[in-house]
């Protein structure tokens, strides 16, 4: 059984390889937004249509002792979002998540979590505009608090639509136990824009 240390956070796995992750996350998400991008061509009047694709921006506060203690009382977060064509549940709809949380977006320093999820937007309504729903999401996060680790998470939360293209939502974002720095436990709220 290997040892973990504070660089290291899997056997042979230390904090170069969480940094190479988090570039090729980078790396994978710039690919799929122009894979987006293209799968959706429309080469109409307006271009580029981007159907599916979603650039949200918010504040999550941490509810961790561990967070509170080694970063500030809010963190900044940036995520993009990907539509799935089909989902699992009558009146929703499914996408694949990348979220950055840190004290500084763009940033990747002490203090971070990326997470890939599989989410399900459920809404009340069929149709009409200003649906509510919730959100439900699982995956993976990888997190840089005094040391690397990689978590499994949860999401939760609600949302309203404020237009065909905009929308609000409240989500807590929960993660397992790190070797050493607790958990990555926050609750956020987010504004989001839907192409």
């Given at each position: 059984?290997?040892?973990?240390?504070?660089?290291?956070?899997?056997?042979?796995?230390?904090?170069?390889?969480?940094?190479?992750?988090?570039?090729?996350?980078?790396?994978?998400?710039?690919?799929?937004?122009?894979?987006?991008?293209?799968?959706?061509?429309?080469?109409?009047?307006?271009?580029?249509?981007?159907?599916?694709?979603?650039?949200?921006?918010?504040?999550?506060?941490?509810?961790?002792?561990?967070?509170?203690?080694?970063?500030?009382?809010?963190?900044?977060?940036?995520g993009l979002e990907f539509g799935i064509s089909s989902s699992y549940a009558k009146n929703s709809e499914a996408f694949l998540g990348l979220d950055y949380y840190g004290k500084n977006v763009g940033q990747f320093s002490k203090g971070s979590l990326t997470a890939v999820t599989y989410n399900t937007r459920l809404f009340k309504e069929a149709d009409g505009a200003r649906r509510s729903y919730t959100l439900l999401?699982?995956?993976?996060?990888?997190?840089?608090?005094?040391?690397?680790?990689?978590?499994?998470?949860?999401?939760?939360?609600?949302?309203?639509?404020?237009?065909?293209?905009?929308?609000?939502?409240?989500?807590?974002?929960?993660?397992?136990?790190?070797?050493?720095?607790?958990?990555?436990?926050?609750?956020?709220?987010?504004?989001?824009?839907?192409?």
């Amino acid at each position: 059984m290997s040892k973990t240390t504070g660089t290291e956070t899997l056997p042979g796995l230390g904090r170069d390889w969480i940094s190479k992750m988090k570039t090729t996350l980078m790396a994978l998400t710039a690919v799929m937004i122009s894979g987006v991008a293209s799968a959706n061509s429309n080469f109409q009047d307006s271009g580029v249509n981007l159907e599916g694709f979603v650039v949200k921006l918010g504040l999550a506060f941490p509810i961790d002792n561990t967070l509170k203690n080694n970063l500030s009382s809010n963190i900044n977060s940036l995520g993009l979002e990907f539509g799935i064509s089909s989902s699992y549940a009558k009146n929703s709809e499914a996408f694949l998540g990348l979220d950055y949380y840190g004290k500084n977006v763009g940033q990747f320093s002490k203090g971070s979590l990326t997470a890939v999820t599989y989410n399900t937007r459920l809404f009340k309504e069929a149709d009409g505009a200003r649906r509510s729903y919730t959100l439900l999401g699982i995956g993976l996060g990888f997190t840089d608090i005094t040391s690397s680790d990689t978590v499994y998470l949860l999401k939760g939360g609600f949302g309203k639509e404020l237009s065909d293209h905009t929308f609000i939502e409240a989500v807590g974002t929960f993660s397992s136990k790190t070797a050493n720095d607790g958990s990555f436990n926050t609750i956020g709220l987010y504004f989001g824009y839907r192409f």
